[in-house]
């Protein structure tokens, strides 16, 4: 099955061809996908507005609350970005393969193995070698992991043609289990009574924060790989590969290009970041690896991806957003009385309002360059 | 398990597979007939935990679980009618829908549903086939429910009605060619948006099996990802409802290894056989699927076997 990516043009502008109209006709067209995802956003809020007055609230008060919550001070505002660093790393899970057309919404299952993998590599060395080593390491045997996991997925659809969205999913319940399996018994640190999880790392081998803030060096990991797949997917042959493959897989196979390993690689490439997520996690956060690392972050990127329509630069300010919203969720809990639930209904109505959205692609003239000159 | 020693296994097996299979049988029931229109819906996640909370709340309030379940299957026609009405409009993904109907049936579930998780509702009845047996063991696993017998009369009665009616037909026709049923005057939207509502309603019904049965109570993991297994089901079934039956017992059965092999004292490892229902729908997936030809049996519209 394939995704509508509605990316009209491959090279945005072509440089001998830079005259006005055509800088015009390439604005239009990031014009469109800028005005229709704002309009959704804002579809989106009015539905969930009418569904907060419909129980009772005052959706002003909760959207101010959002506001204090998420950005209204410099606490809010570290505290959202700590939120969004995993998101953007789970974000790349999905928009990586989605430029194939493929949908992959198992990254949870790479988030949690790749930390109890980044875990168990930390485990031998802490103590004998210096943190510069073991952060490393525990960073690649994370990324292994998520890669060899979510790249299955990709192995199994190109070369059996099983469902990528299916199998990655039900991969995430089974890995999972994994986690629960190794947490609970080989890798189980004895002292961990009530809270099963693997032997803490020691303070100076966590990964700290970035100078001047309480934010952990997850957001710069995941800024950079945001930037990273983003050269990749547009600057590079192999992105463009992937992209003439995600539009028409009997095109690209026709005109040689290895569908079979731009599905591995793209899907192995996705996994790892979440899997690095997973090692942000462990190493930043929980210092252990245990069952908070099923936090569903991996289902929170699906939204991500999805909200930046793939676009990896778009991810940034995205994930910034949903980790605001979601570090509002306590101040709405606590001052209006609603569930923490709230947050989840939020996104949802933004989710189905966005995909909906995905329909007025084309249909407005101001943005569609082809329509001007067939009435001029 | 004093009496039957190691007979307990396969027993709790058996036992399990009745019990843990019903939901199972509902959402892939309801999925075949939406995947028979040529739709995927890939949301019936959601549309079962919101049935199972639906179910569970209108059950405390009115003190009948029948009611509850009346009140699941409205619900879950609603979210089928959402999701079938938005996947109408051009360039809408009915997977990446489903996705979002799944988080938003979540949250919607889990904010409506937190003033329910202390109460206690009524169950749903079951009845006792095991009093010929003196053993314990034997009469409770023979204690069956209500919507367990009722799924397996749907079952054989949708298998007769995809081959013999003329809705069956005009599902079918829909599914394989939407201009083969524009070309009878039918509408291809029309039908598919019948069979989703119909599709979720049935899902709706697997919820209020699990809120008002087994287990039996409402909590914000009372799903472990029924609704999307299903899906997976249903292509293993080849979209035959009574496959769908015979391979929702087959994964209650997996899913019941763990909690049997516990009950006789297995203790190492048995996280890993909670892993089984997950693994045997992935093998089934990896054994049965194909990447030169499509699916025997699919329906010609259907995007996820593309």
Redesign the interface.
Known sequence: MTIEMNTPTLSPVSVDARSFSSVLEWLARRAESVAISLGAILAGLALFSIFITVVGKSPIDLFKLMYTGGFGSWFSIQNSLSRAAPLLLTALCVALPARLGLVIIGGEGAVVLGGVAAAAAALPLTGLVSPIIVLPVMAIAGMIMGGLWIGMAGVLRHYRGVNETIASLLMAYIAIALMNHFIEGPLRDPASLNKPSTAPLPADYMLGSIPGMDVNWGLVIGIVACIVSWILIEATSFGFAARIAGGNVRAAQIQGLPVGRLIVGFTALAGSFAGLAGMVEVAAVQGSANASLAAGYGYTGILVAFLARHNPLAIIPVAILLGGIDASGGLIQRRLGLPDATVLVLQGTLFVVILFCETFYGRFKIFNPDLWKRSA | MEGIGIWGVPLAIFAGAIRVSTPFIFVSLGESITERSGRIN?GLE?TLVFGAMTAYAIAVMSGSPWLGVLAAMATGAVFGL?HGW?CK?????D???G???M??????A??LG?PFIQPVAPHLPSIALGGWSDLPQIQSALNINVLFIIGALLAVALWWAFKNTRIGLILRVVGDSSDAARAMGLNPDTVRLLATAVGGSLAAVGGAYLSLYYPGSWNEGIS??QG??A??LV?FARWNPIGCFLAALLFGGAGALGPALQSVGVT??Y??F??AP??L??VI??AT????RSLGGAPGTL????
């Open positions: 890939l959601g959402i938005i409009f051009p360039k809408v993904n997977i990446a829908i996705i979002a109907m988080q938003f049936g979540l949250g919607l889990f904010f937190k472990s990802g999307l297994m899906v997976a292509i190492q490892g996280y890993l909670y892993a997950y693994v729908t992935l997936l990896v699927s194909s990447p030169t995007s996820i076997t593309k």
